[in-house]
C-alpha cells in the first residue's frame, strides 16, 4: 500500500518579487497566516524565507525569521522548514545564519551549484513597485548559485551534526543526486533522507516528464529505500508535475515560492488555495495526505519541543 503523500508548502521563496503579485507574502505577519493557513489546509511541512517587511527583499537575518517562527510553530503542529536558500547573490554565512539561530527541525540544503537563471522574469513588466526587483532579476544573466562541495559539507557539520536539523535536499539537476551520493558514502548524511527534485528553472533540469522518471530510477540505483523524495516544478508545471510524483509514489511540493498562479492566467489568491487543489487531486486520484507527525515519523525529525523558537 502506498504511503501517504507529504505536503510541503514554500510560501514565499527569495525568486518572485512584490510586483509580480498582490498576493505574495511579504510581512512577518503575512508570512505567518500563510504558513498557518497552507498547514490549515493539508501542508505537512512548510518550507520559510523571510523578506524585508519594507522592501519584499529576500532577508537573511535571524530576528526577521524569529517575527512568525514563535507564531507558526504555536499555531499548528506543521514541521517547519527553515531555508539554507536565501536570496540570490547571498553568502553561505547568511543564508545559514536563520538556521543556526533557530534550530529547526528542517532546513533545505542545495546539492550543487548552477545558472540559476529568472532574468526572463525581468521582461513581464515595465513597472515595479520597488527599484531593486528588476536589477535583482537581471542580474541573473551572470549569476551562479553556488553550492560547492565545501559550504555543503560547512552546513551538514554545522546544522546537521550540530543542531540534530534534518534537510530537504534540493535537487536541480542529475549531478546532483550523485554529489548528494557522495556524501552519504562519505557518512555525512544519514538515512532517511529526503530528497527534493527540482524542475523547471532555467540552468537546471527542465520540466519534462522524461526528466522526472529518468532522476528518480537514478535515485532509487542510488539510494535504494534510505530516501524520501518529492516534486516540484515552478510556475505552470506545477501542478502536473505534482500529480505524476503522486502517482509514482512520491511527495510533493507547492506554494508561491514555485507558482504564483492557480490556473492558466489565474494569482493564486493564497498558499492554502494552491495546497486545496492538490490536496483534491491526491484524494480525488485515491491516495491520503500525510499528517505532520506522520513526516516526522518518516524523516526522522527531532521534534518541536526541540528547536530555538
Not at 99 to 110: G, Q
Request: charged letters at 20%; one cysteine or more.
Amino acid at each position: 500500500m502506498q504511503k501517504s503523500v507529504i505536503i510541503t508548502c514554500a510560501a514565499t521563496g527569495g525568486i518572485h518579487t512584490p510586483t509580480m503579485s498582490p498576493y505574495l507574502p511579504i510581512t512577518p505577519k503575512e508570512i505567518a497566516d500563510a504558513a498557518l493557513g497552507a498547514a490549515q489546509a493539508g501542508a505537512a511541512i512548510i518550507h520559510l524565507h523571510a523578506r524585508d517587511p519594507e522592501t519584499g527583499r529576500p532577508d537573511y537575518r535571524p530576528e526577521t525569521f524569529m517575527e512568525f517562527l514563535p507564531v507558526i510553530k504555536d499555531g499548528c503542529d506543521a514541521v517547519v522548514n527553515v531555508s539554507t536558500g536565501g536570496g540570490l547573490g547571498m553568502s553561505i554565512e547568511e543564508r545559514l545564519a536563520a538556521s543556526l539561530y533557530a534550530s529547526p527541525e528542517m532546513s533545505s540544503l542545495n546539492m550543487g551549484s548552477i545558472n540559476f537563471g529568472i532574468f526572463p522574469l525581468a521582461q513581464k513588466h515595465e513597472q515595479w513597485k520597488f527599484d531593486w526587483e528588476k536589477p535583482f532579476l537581471e542580474m541573473t544573466r551572470d549569476f551562479i548559485f553556488p553550492n560547492t562541495f565545501k559550504t555543503i559539507e560547512y552546513a551538514l557539520k554545522e546544522l546537521g551534526e550540530g543542531h540534530g536539523t534534518r534537510f530537504e535536499f534540493e535537487c536541480y539537476d542529475l549531478g546532483h543526486l550523485y554529489n548528494l551520493a557522495y556524501f552519504v558514502d562519505a557518512g555525512l548524511i544519514k538515512p532517511p533522507f529526503f530528497v527534493q527534485m527540482i524542475y523547471g528553472i532555467l540552468g537546471g533540469a527542465g520540466a519534462d516528464l522524461d526528466n522526472l522518471m529518468h532522476m528518480h530510477t537514478i535515485a532509487d540505483k542510488l539510494f535504494g529505500d534510505d530516501y524520501e523524495w518529492s516534486v516540484l516544478a515552478a510556475g505552470k508545471n506545477q501542478m502536473p508535475f505534482a500529480t505524476q510524483s503522486t502517482i509514482l509514489g512520491g511527495n510533493l511540493r507547492v506554494g508561491l515560492e514555485d507558482s504564483l498562479y492557480i490556473s492558466r492566467g489565474e494569482l493564486a489568491k493564497s498558499n492554502a488555495e494552491q495546497v486545496i487543489k492538490v490536496r483534491k487531486i491526491i484524494e480525488e486520484l485515491g491516495y491520503q495526505v500525510a499528517t505532520p507527525e506522520e513526516a516526522r515519523k518518516r524523516l526522522a525529525l527531532k521534534g518541536p519541543e526541540n528547536v530555538n523558537f
